[in-house]
């Protein structure tokens, strides 16, 4: 007795094969996937290669054996699942030649790209910033703070020695000293945003 088909829509085949409906809708067209009479697909045929037919591959390639896929490691060594590949681990395993499935690795490819353009749009709408820009607010910013708090011992002393009846002399150079070890303490603002 054969196991049960799993039918599935082709929205739900390309999430699960880890591209677009409209690649898996032209690959029907083309009559490289084979669908039911009420346009559904067999789950089973995600991450099979039905792919490679529509590559052409370059006159040039690499011809040798196929890399290892990550399905094959350990699961100490590979974190993938389906949409959960962790970046420091998809590095260490590429560096050290243990390459993605091809689904895996297609996913890969349209989440960057999809998260690329999701950051160029939240750029050019204002949402995000550039990292130099932000530093130079800041370090504006942080230095108009810092002008402010030495000029107060000379604005405020005066105040502060006339309410006490003694020199004011004395009272601004005390105040200086303290709004001084005060900044000394509080550091560089621009190393303190380099290291966060």
Known sequence: MS??????????FARLDGCSDKLVRNAV??????????????????????????????????????????????????????????IDDFLANFIAGRMLSRADAERVKENGAAAKNLLAAMQEAGDVIDIAIAEAILFDQAREFRDAWMNWPARVGPMIAAELGVSPDPVVEALNKYVQQQLDDLGDPASAFEEA
């Open 3 to 12: 196991a049960p088909v799993n039918l599935v829509s082709f929205r739900e």
């Open 29 to 86: 067209k083309a009559g490289k996937l084979s669908v039911t009479a009420d346009n559904r697909i067999d789950a089973a045929l995600a991450g099979t290669g039905w792919r490679q037919q529509n590559r052409r591959a370059a006159e040039s390639a690499d011809t040798g054996a196929d890399p290892t896929p990550v399905s094959a490691l350990s699961p100490a060594d590979a974190e993938v699942s389906a949409g959960s590949i962790q």
